[in-house]
Nanobody
Framework: QVQLVESGGGLVLAGGSLRLSCAASGRTFSPYAMGWFRQAPGKEREFVATISWSGNSKYYADTVNGRFTISRDNAKNTGYLQMNSLKPEDTAVYYC???????????????WGQGTQVTVSS
């Protein structure tokens, strides 16, 4: 069992930056790929980014590619999502998740955090 806790959300002006963290506990985090997803009110949960356990493979949604950067520090059992040039349409609850491999579908992920709210105001 892996427990995930997100932090770092908040309110930011358009064009600003935030860095989300995902702290893992329980079983070791390192064999698992990590993903970030988001869900806005009235919308389905959508893929944002994913990173392999080694950190060598990273994939992004087209909507965030070039603005967001996913990373991880396995020694600290922590993953990160650096979000730059934020837009109002990035407003959502952001979730981190763990899976055996890098996937884009949320259905492939075994463990989830509780989410952290990101609000981007114009």
């Amino acid at each position: 069992q892996v427990q995930l806790v997100e932090s770092g959300g908040g309110l930011v002006l358009a064009g600003g930056s935030l860095r989300l963290s995902c702290a893992a506990s329980g079983r070791t985090f390192s064999p698992y790929a990590m993903g970030w997803f988001r869900q806005a009110p009235g919308k389905e949960r959508e893929f944002v980014a994913t990173i392999s356990w080694s950190g060598n493979s990273k994939y992004y949604a087209d909507t965030v590619n070039g603005r967001f950067t996913i990373s991880r520090d396995n020694a600290k059992n922590t993953g990160y999502l650096q979000m730059n040039s934020l837009k109002p349409e990035d407003t959502a609850v952001y979730y981190c998740a763990a899976a055996r491999y890098v996937y884009r579908s949320p259905h492939e992920y075994d463990y989830w955090g509780q989410g952290t709210q990101v609000t981007v105001s114009s």
